[in-house]
């Protein structure tokens, strides 16, 4: 079954941290870009990061630049999202999302992505 599986969402204080993971299944993996977005109540889900097939290269939000640091490990079909002081303002749902193979559009357009899991929620109370 083609799908991706988000973990690690939670309660967390404000200035602490979590790791979101999501594991992909059903297609190879390391041949594909990923991306993380998040959705707040009442807003559109926006981009948060994203990375190539190797990990090398990385595209970042400025609202999470320099906080949140998005990874793979294309053995175990796996890409994380470390999130380091987190404010109020990163409460959402999060997902993550598989790029499509030949994009024609810029990294932070959602159209890009065509596959999505169910997403993880991250609240943080100040």
């Known amino acids: 079954q083609v799908q991706l599986v988000e973990s690690g969402g939670g309660l967390v204080q404000a200035g602490g941290s979590l790791r979101l993971s999501c594991v992909a299944s059903?297609?190879?993996?390391?041949?594909?870009?990923m991306g993380w977005f998040r959705q707040a109540p009442g807003a559109e889900r926006e981009f948060v990061a994203a990375?190539?097939?190797?990990?090398?290269?990385?595209y970042y939000s400025d609202s999470v630049k320099g906080r949140f640091t998005i990874s793979r490990d294309n053995a175990k079909d796996t890409v994380y999202l470390q999130m380091n002081s987190l404010s109020p303002n990163d409460t959402a749902v999060y997902y993550c999302?598989?790029?499509?193979?030949?994009?024609?559009?810029?990294?932070?357009?959602?159209?890009?992505?065509?596959?999505w899991g169910r997403g993880t929620q991250v609240t943080v109370s100040s």
């Open positions: 990375l190539n097939w190797s990990g090398f290269t990385t």
């Open positions: 059903g297609f190879t993996f390391s041949q594909y870009a």
């Open positions: 999302a598989r790029r499509i193979l030949h994009p024609v559009m810029m990294w932070t357009v959602l159209a890009e992505y065509d596959l």
